[in-house]
């Protein structure tokens, strides 16, 4: 068996993965985040074994339901990751995290963290509570040591029902399936089999220099700037628009029908938003492909994207700006 060196470190900040419920049986009626990280791994048999000879250490960051993840936990995960993976005995890091906003979170992380670009972070979630008959928090938090001590893993990815999604793509897709993340066209970038990660893809690449800078912005920045999600459908009057820019939204991201396509109401407001300094991008509401310039666009679209995501890019851009 080989020994790997060092130390691999679970930062915890909740979701269902550390959830309860009255009843074993109850896979929805759970209340998340109840349980500590320490706990958490207490409760997984052959941790250890996974981990081939590391040390484990674990630290709450947080203790929330991630459909409540906010700026400032963002900020003091991010700062807390890079700490970490400075350490030159950290081999890794794992996150416990909840589903539902963990696709942004990962984004967010492989956006800022220039230590990634050498060593895993793996966001580990679950779709059932640590209280249910059959749990997967447990397996998948096994498959993410098998992620961290995988020769040359790096950069931020997701790991659930056996399968290692890159930040850039994946997506929660269901609502209560443990198959719950996809990754749009591309697909996972391999699987967890018996404790051997099977890549068929590269590892995530990160943008160093780009990290390093954000990182410095984000640590520094008291006050995030305000940035928005707005959705074109049919019937959309733009009214929305225009008292968040009342209200002083800073940053507005569309969700557009198709190729970008906008409600005639809604794209005036978003011009107007625009024309009064608000920054405005464009994504597509579409699960697969991403938004194609055309030539005569008003509005910036969102380099391919989601609206989720394209809101971390465009919260970055502005807190680099000093928004």
Request: glycine share 10%.
């Amino acid at each position: 068996m080989q020994v790997v060196a060092g130390k691999i470190v679970v930062l915890g900040t909740g979701g269902t993965i550390a959830g309860t419920a009255a009843s074993a049986e109850d896979n929805i009626g759970y209340t998340a985040a109840q349980v500590g990280v320490e706990q958490l791994l207490a409760a997984v048999p052959g941790l250890e074994r996974a981990g081939q000879g590391a040390a484990f250490e674990a630290e709450q960051v947080a203790q929330i339901d991630s459909k409540d993840m906010d700026d400032a936990v963002w900020g003091a995960l991010a700062v807390r990751c890079a700490e970490r993976l400075a350490d030159p005995q950290v081999r890794g890091l794992a996150i416990t995290h909840g589903t539902d906003t963990l696709e942004e979170t990962a984004w967010f992380l492989h956006r800022v963290l220039a230590g990634a670009a050498h060593k895993p972070v793996v966001l580990v979630s679950a779709m059932r509570p640590a209280t249910a008959q059959a749990p997967d928090g447990p397996q998948n938090l096994l498959d993410a040591m098998a992620v961290i001590t995988t020769p040359g893993a790096r950069g931020v990815v997701t790991v659930a029902a056996g399968e290692v999604h890159g930040a850039r793509l994946v997506q929660k897709v269901h609502p209560y399936r443990l198959h719950a993340f996809a990754s749009a066209d591309a697909g996972p970038l391999g699987w967890v089999e018996q404790g051997t990660v099977r890549l068929v893809s590269h590892w995530p690449h990160v943008a160093v220099e780009s990290a390093k800078i954000a990182i410095e912005n984000v640590a520094k920045t008291p006050e995030w700037p305000r940035v928005e999600i707005v959705l074109s459908h049919a019937g959309a009057t733009g009214r929305a628009v225009d008292l968040l820019v009342a209200d002083g939204v800073h940053g507005l991201v569309v969700a557009a029908t198709g190729n970008g396509t906008l409600h005639h109401r809604l794209q005036a407001a978003l011009e107007r938003a625009q024309a009064a300094g608000v920054a405005v991008r464009v994504a597509t509401r579409c699960p697969l492909g991403q938004v194609l310039p055309r030539a005569g666009d008003t509005l910036r679209d969102s380099q391919g994207m989601s609206a989720v995501k394209a809101r971390v890019d465009l919260l970055l851009e502005l807190i680099s700006r000093g928004a």
